[in-house]
């Protein structure tokens, strides 16, 4: 069982930055995949960034040369530092484990966060 927890979301102006963080309860350096997505109001969750042990990282189509996700196994903690942030940006950030690495390019892993909420408005 991984439970992850979500934190750095907030309000933030366009063209502004902010990072968030997912702590693991426990190790991370066994999970193969670690993933971002999002869901805006009124819209699906969507894929925002992967990281995988061996592939390594993969980046929506809409945040490429923007976001940059890392994780810190001494940490146990994944993060999502976003850059030159847009309206278009304005979600639920959850983060994502898929241990085994099996769903990779496939579907979400099994465990999710809580959330943490992204506002990019003037």
């Known amino acids: 069982q991984v439970q992850l927890v979500e934190s750095g979301g907030g309000l933030v102006q366009p063209g502004g930055s902010l990072k968030l963080s997912c702590a693991a309860s426990g190790s991370i350096s066994s999970i193969k995949v670690m993933s971002w997505y999002r869901q805006a109001p009124g819209k699906r969750r969507e894929f925002v960034a992967s990281?995988?042990?061996?592939?390594?990282?993969h980046y929506a189509d809409s945040v490429k040369e923007r976001f940059t996700i890392s994780r810190d196994n001494a940490k146990n903690t994944l993060y999502l530092d976003m850059k030159t942030l847009n309206a278009e940006d304005t979600a639920v950030y959850y983060c994502n484990a898929d241990p085994s690495g099996n769903k990779y390019g496939i579907s979400s892993g099994d465990y999710w966060g809580q959330g943490t909420q992204v506002t990019v408005s003037s």
């Open positions: 990281t995988h042990t061996i592939v390594g990282t």
